[in-house]
């Protein structure tokens, strides 16, 4: 059961996750996993990741994005993770961070950016992360 939701993210086809709503390959794969434990989709060739792909994912401690193709981060991508405090975005494509990506994230205590291709951070863009103490 786990093998095929781990298939359909590394899919050749798929360059893109899935919206996290409710019956989407994402949305399973994270109901699956606690939040003691990270959620991990490191190596899936993934570009872009939609607006409302965490939306349901509540209670996220971890998640790990690192060794993707990630070219971008848009406003809102990370909303619903209130209690994320480790997120790992090393050694992808990114270029563009839009000011507000992190706004939501008051509990991130930990955010690895480092290997990817920004030139430049939007003024503001780790504005009210208090808990930060790692960048």
């Known amino acids: 059961m786990g093998g095929r939701r ?5 899919s050749p086809r798929r ?15 994270y109901i699956a996993t606690p939040a003691a434990r990270p959620a991990d989709l490191r190596f899936n ?12 994912v509540k209670n996220l401690n971890t998640l790990l994005l690192n060794n993707n193709h990630i070219w971008r981060l848009q406003n809102g991508v ?13 050694k992808n494509r990114l270029r563009e961070i839009e000011p ?3 706004q939501g994230l008051r509990s991130l205590e930990q955010l690895f950016l480092h290997n990817n291709r920004i030139q430049k951070i939007p ?13």
Do not use: C, Q
């Not at 893109?16 to 794969?29: K, T, W």
């Open 45 to 56: 060739k993934i570009r872009e990741i939609p607006t409302d792909a965490f939306k349901n």
């Open 15 to 29: 360059r893109r996750l899935p919206a996290g709503g409710p019956g989407s390959p994402l949305a399973s794969v």
């Open 100 to 102: 507000r990506v992190f």
């Open 123 to 135: 003024a503001g863009a780790f504005k009210n992360l208090g808990a930060l103490k790692r960048l």
């Open 6 to 10: 781990r298939r359909e993210l590394t």
């Open 78 to 90: 990370f909303d619903g993770l209130n209690k994320l405090r480790y997120l790992y975005l090393y």
